[in-house]
């Protein structure tokens, strides 16, 4: 992954984890959406999917909170570091997918 800090502000807070703008480092923009924030070790991670791909890959970034509705996302550029990430994303949405899938037959 490239050196590049992402960061963003949130507005407006009941909508704060929705969706994302990313700036790229070539300058252009990327809406995506919001899957999931999780921790992992000592870490906290936020999930992306770009919002024009909904089958595409999604995008895995540390997620730093500075307080007053201040954020960062830094990329993972430890290969130790992103694989342990993606593991614990991987189990919280098979986990999701597993209370979806039977959580609709106590209805």
Known sequence: MSENNQN????????????VTLTLEDGSELTCDVIAIYPCGERD???LLPE???????????FIDNGEGDYDLDDIEDDE???AASEAFDELMDNEEYDDMFG????
């Not at 609709?104 to 209805?107: C, N, Q, R, S, V």
Request: aromatic share 18%.
């Open 45 to 47: 991670y936020i999930a």
């Open 81 to 83: 570091e992103f694989e």
């Open 104 to 107: 609709d037959d106590d209805e």
């Open 52 to 62: 024009n791909d909904p089958d595409g890959d999604y995008l895995l970034y540390r």
């Open 8 to 19: 963003f502000d949130d507005e407006n807070m009941e909508d704060a984890f929705d969706q």
